[in-house]
Nanobody
Framework: QVQLVESGGGLVQAGGSLRLSCAASGRTFSNYHMGWFRQAPGKEREFVAGISWSGGRTYYRDSVKGRFTISRDNAKNTVYLQMDSLKLEDAAVYYC????????????????????WGQGTQVTVSS
């Protein structure tokens, strides 16, 4: 079993920054492919960013490219999402997700491809 706990959400003005963290426990973190998703009220959960088990490959949804950065520290069992130049439309509950997969060259864009989820952290963006 894998446990994921997000933190770092909060209220920020448009144009500001937040850094989300997701701490993992339960199994060897370096075997996990990690992702961040978000869900706004009345909308489906959507992919935000993903990172390979080694951290060597990262990928993003188009609307956050150049503003968000996903990274991981396998020694700390933690994945991060640095969010800069936040926009009103970035407001949502952000979820961390894990998939047990240490292969190279794979990408996972849909929620159903991930095995474990955190409880979410709220990000609110004010004008």
């Amino acid at each position: 079993q894998v446990q994921l706990v997000e933190s770092g959400g909060g209220l920020v003005q448009a144009g500001g920054s937040l850094r989300l963290s997701c701490a993992a426990s339960g199994r060897t973190f370096s075997n996990y492919h990690m992702g961040w998703f978000r869900q706004a009220p009345g909308k489906e959960r959507e992919f935000v960013a993903g990172i390979s088990w080694s951290g060597g490959r990262t990928y993003y949804r188009d609307s956050v490219k150049g503003r968000f950065t996903i990274s991981r520290d396998n020694a700390k069992n933690t994945v991060y999402l640095q969010m800069d130049s936040l926009k009103l439309e970035d407001a949502a509950v952000y979820y961390c997700a894990a998939r047990i997969d240490s292969r190279f060259g794979v990408y996972y864009y849909t929620a159903g491809q991930y095995d474990y989820w955190g409880q979410g952290t709220q990000v609110t963006v004010s004008s």
